[in-house]
């Protein structure tokens, strides 16, 4: 899913994710519910997104079989620690 490549793109890119946001113009918030999955951006913020980390938006969007069909390879671990579990409210 978007959420979990555009995740790993950034950790092995060494950001956080305020560093993210602020570099494209967001707030951390807005920038998390990327990442939960919560909302997608929109062409503008997905451009940026994918010149700050060096990679096609085609690698965000996972269309590794477009890329290889191109014979474009993009060096970046997809590995990276487990999410925190969210804290379960209570009733």
């Not at 555009?6 to 807005?30: E, V």
Request: net charge positive; glycine share 4%; charged share 30%.
């Amino acid at each position: 899913m978007f959420n979990d490549r555009l995740r790993a793109t950034r950790i092995s890119c060494g950001f956080t994710q305020q560093k993210t946001a602020d570099a494209i113009g967001i707030n951390l918030r807005h920038y998390q519910k990327y990442e939960s999955g919560e909302i997608e951006p929109d062409l503008k913020r997905l451009s940026e997104l994918a010149s700050l980390f060096n990679v096609p938006t085609d690698f965000l969007l996972e269309r590794d079989d477009y890329l290889k069909a191109l014979g474009v390879s993009v060096d970046v671990s997809l590995k990276c620690p487990p999410r925190r579990p969210k804290p379960q409210k209570n009733l």
